[in-house]
């Protein structure tokens, strides 16, 4: 019997770190096609919304918070939010294992370029 409910243990916790880990690393998904509007994942952070940016060079710093991210048709899940190197955390944030994208917050760069984006951020 006590191996049983080992196992189970043992069990729900492998699903639920792959779930973590599945909402953490998703990439950004944008739907293509004629008439449809891309799709960027979201982050609810202390009040206000970030759109997931895909980007590179970008430096993860502290800890700061637990957001929520939600859209594309996934369900919302908390995640773990950290400040970026150099970049206020008004203006744009990051996701514990997430290094392919950046949250920038609604209507902050929103004509930037991914080449442009860093120096936008950063002014």
């Known amino acids: ?18 779930a ?21 994942a979201a982050l609810a952070f202390r009040g206000a ?16 918070g637990v957001g929520v991210a939600h859209g594309c048709g996934a369900a919302p899940q908390n995640v773990n939010v950290r400040s970026l190197a150099g970049i206020e955390p008004a203006r744009a944030i990051g996701v514990s294992g997430d290094q392919s994208s950046v949250y ?4 902050v760069c929103a004509s930037a370029g991914r080449a442009s984006l860093l120096a936008c951020l950063r002014s």
């Open 20 to 40: 973590i880990g599945a909402a953490l690393v998703a990439p950004v998904v944008l739907r293509g096609g004629a008439g449809g509007s891309p799709c960027a």
């Open 1 to 18: 019997m006590a191996v049983r409910r080992r196992r189970l243990r043992l069990l729900a916790g492998l699903v639920a770190a792959l």
């Open 104 to 107: 920038v917050r609604r209507g």
């Open 49 to 64: 919304t970030y759109v997931a940016r895909p980007t590179g060079g970008f430096v993860q710093a502290v800890a700061i």
